[in-house]
């Protein structure tokens, strides 16, 4: 860092008081709505309490006591975990490899493609839904009638369940990789590409040291855009597995936080299951943001 | 980061002193003003009533009952809403009228096994006095009475029930020379022979997610979900007579009946579709599903019977199903809302009713009266008269419900994923805590 910036942080202050404008937006939208989860996490909440006058007492931790003592939360959160990560990954395989073509395809077949997939990306994950579920129907579904199979029911069993609501989770959000990377790709320079070039890289070296690292930061925030978004699933798999699947096999947190909690009115268990879940994001983030800064990243 | 390191001490005390202020500021989670009930002699009375698939016929009926309401109070309005009838879209709508007072109606319609859950939640009026003093609720059977009573104290009036009987395809059963079966293993075996004279055909469309499909198996093995001793409920679906009932039901997802890659994750309302639409040849469906089917492929082939129990002749217990007519806490109208539900609830409405709808009345006799009328209507009357059975009366029933533990339960022995005796014996887990706690 230059050095005139040092002293004038030394002097003033300054950076807080341009912080407190956006602190002032994010302190009620985001910090008064996490006490009240928070709270309602310790207490035992339910709909008697909510609209029947009966006082809400204090729980103490009995709601995540549960909770953590109950197997099939284990479970479910495995699932969650392994089912985002795969999530994750196929995402950025397909939309980096997309932007990749993006780049090299003519100017009408980019088009074609570009269109294609912000169809895909408006697409409300309800409709998107709804119409995988149509073609995927045991009974009269086009994809079973084209196969031949009819009566094969494709959620039966959970990870074939899980792969294909993952496809349409993929479907849904790869646009948004595909279109940041692309972006960034037309950023680079191209006497960069140029300098790699006349020095003798390789293709695949030109991609692993000068693209990689000059995509990076987008890259970062693309990686926690999708384990947030993936690790929240919840319309994809309330609506093609019809609220969880076969004996609840296809469960994940947030599937699992409605149906056991706000379906039922059990308030105080689904904030715990909120709160949970918001430090599990937050510990993944963080590990990851560590990870980078280790390997000599500023961020 | 490296900014906030650089921000003084006393500024970052005070920046968190300023925070906290406001954090300590905000108070508990919201909870509903419990506005008494007021009883307004004129104005305008809201009223919710279900969405059912066909509401044209509906609509007319209570069009008719506002209309004969207007006349005897001359100067108050009714308005009619209609909500959904899918049980998380009408809980939360429901929900919201309990925690919004200012927008709940006057009147609602809800679901027979919604009602201990909405009595917890505060949100119904007591209409013990007021369902004693109706001239007509003489006519309103004790068995009935009780599914809308809580601690002795009437929180509804039943407005009409749907029981569950055996719908067959006559032709079907003709071509193969099968009679309609009179036991479980008449059932088992007529089902086997639908499916193996006609490959395309289900031989009987039953439902993993299908409660009330299942229960009638469970209660005429002689079990029941749960019990209540002293008050208080336990969960008996895990004692041999529920397992027997359990394993009953799921032996009919087999590949040689209703296979349970089709059949595993059907709904009570897939099953009325599969029948309807003719790949079924048997199906457990209620007798407000009458218009649904004549509506399919299948009209005018098919008869019912009552669903038959274990021993031969015997009737298998259905679900006593219906829906009830409620007035909301927060009502600003109470008088006008109990005339106004004694009107449509009364007699000549639920007559109405039937007509358009195919639901059977809950005054005897008026139920008498359609009977006579509609031989159509027999094996409908034959099982409620044969005795009919109903959910535990807990609030804990809607926790049951929505987190679908015998939905799971059925799945998983159908699936293989457990035997009858865990799968039960996890669901009894279940259901005790959702009886026990609140």
């Keep these: ?299 | 980061m490296k900014l906030s390191r650089s921000v003084s001490r006393p500024l970052r005390r005070a920046a968190l002193v300023a925070l906290s202020g406001i954090v300590l500021a905000a108070c508990a989670p919201g909870t509903a003003s419990t506005t008494g009930t007021a009883d307004k002699g004129s104005g305008t009375l809201k009223v919710w009533l279900y969405d059912e698939a066909n509401r044209a016929p509906k609509e007319k009926v209570v069009a008719a009952a506002v209309a004969d309401f207007k006349a005897a109070h001359p100067g108050s309005d009714v308005q009619v809403g209609y909500i959904p009838t899918d049980a998380g879209p009408r809980a939360e709508k429901m929900k919201g009228a309990f925690n919004d007072p200012a927008s709940a109606p006057d009147v609602v319609e809800f679901g027979n096994t919604d009602l201990f859950g909405y009595v917890a939640a505060g949100g119904l009026a007591d209409l013990t006095a007021d369902l004693s003093g109706w001239a007509e609720g003489k006519d309103l059977p004790q068995d009935l009475r009780d599914t809308a009573t809580v601690d002795g104290k009437a929180y509804g009036l039943p407005w009409w029930i749907a029981v569950r009987s055996l719908y067959y395809r006559t032709d079907v059963f003709t071509e193969l020379g099968l009679t309609p079966p009179t036991s479980y293993d008449g059932l088992l075996d007529a089902a086997k022979k639908v499916r193996a004279g006609k490959p395309d055909l289900l031989g009987i469309a039953v439902g993993g997610k299908y409660t009330f499909g299942a229960l009638p198996f469970v209660w005429a093995n002689g079990g029941d979900l749960a019990a209540q001793q002293n008050g208080v409920y336990a969960a008996t679906v895990n004692a041999a007579g529920a397992q027997a009932g359990v394993k009953a039901y799921t032996d009919l997802f087999a590949d040689g009946i209703c296979p349970a890659q089709r059949c595993a994750d059907l709904t009570g309302g897939k099953t009325v579709e599969a029948f309807a639409s003719g790949t079924a040849g048997m199906a457990i469906l209620p007798n407000s599903s009458r218009s649904a089917v004549d509506a399919g492929a299948v009209k005018g082939k098919y008869a019912v019977v009552p669903l038959p129990g274990v021993a031969a002749g015997s009737i298998a217990p259905a679900f006593s199903g219906g829906n009830d007519l409620g007035i909301m806490k927060s009502s600003q109208h109470r008088s006008l809302a109990v005339d106004f539900l004694t009107t449509l609830g009364g007699k000549k409405h639920q007559l109405a009713l039937f007509d358009a709808m195919g639901t059977l009345p809950t005054l005897a006799s008026a139920r008498a009266e359609v009977s006579a009328r509609d031989p159509w209507l027999k094996p409908f009357t034959d099982t409620i008269a044969a005795g009919t059975k109903f959910v535990p009366k807990h609030p804990g029933w809607a926790k049951i419900d929505a987190q679908a533990v015998v939905p799971t339960m059925l799945q998983k022995v159908i699936t293989g994923k457990a035997d009858v005796g865990a799968a039960t014996a996890e669901a009894a887990t279940a259901m005790n805590a959702a009886l026990g706690a609140k």
């Design chain 1, 1 to 299: 860092m230059p050095g005139p910036i040092v002293l004038l942080r030394r002097r003033v202050p300054a950076p807080v008081w341009l912080l407190l404008p956006a602190a002032l937006v994010l302190v009620p939208l985001f910090g008064y709505p996490m006490y009240q989860l928070g709270l309602l996490s310790v207490l035992d909440f339910g709909q008697p309490q909510a609209s029947g006058g009966v006082p809400a007492t204090l729980a103490g931790l009995a709601n995540y006591t549960q909770l953590l003592g109950d197997r099939q939360f284990w479970d479910v959160l495995l699932q969650t975990l392994v089912f985002a990560g795969g999530c994750v990954l196929a995402t950025l395989a397909v939309g980096g490899a997309l932007a990749v073509l993006l780049t090299r395809a003519g100017r009408r077949s980019r088009l074609f493609l570009m269109f294609a997939a912000l169809g895909a990306w408006a697409a409300p994950a309800m409709t998107g839904s709804t119409v995988w579920m149509f073609l995927l129907d045991t009974n009269s579904g086009l994809v079973n009638e084209i196969l031949g199979t009819t009566g094969h029911n494709w959620m039966y069993d959970k990870w074939p369940a899980f792969v294909i609501v993952g496809a349409v989770v993929v479907w849904h959000s790869f646009p948004f990789v595909m279109i940041t990377l692309y972006a960034g790709i037309q950023a680079i320079p191209v006497s960069v590409l140029e300098a790699a070039k006349l020095d003798g890289a390789s293709a695949f070296a030109t991609a692993r040291l000068v693209l990689l690292p000059m995509l990076r930061p987008l890259l970062v925030i693309v990686v926690i855009q999708s384990v947030i978004w993936d690790f929240k699933v919840f319309t994809q798999i309330y609506v093609m597995t019809t609220g969880g699947g076969i004996a609840g096999q296809n469960l994940v947190l947030n599937v699992y936080a409605y149906q056991q909690a706000f379906a039922s009115s059990d308030y105080s268990l689904g904030a715990a299951i909120g709160v949970l879940m918001t430090l599990i994001l937050l510990a993944v983030t963080a590990l990851y943001i560590r990870a980078l800064r280790r390997s000599g990243e500023e961020l």
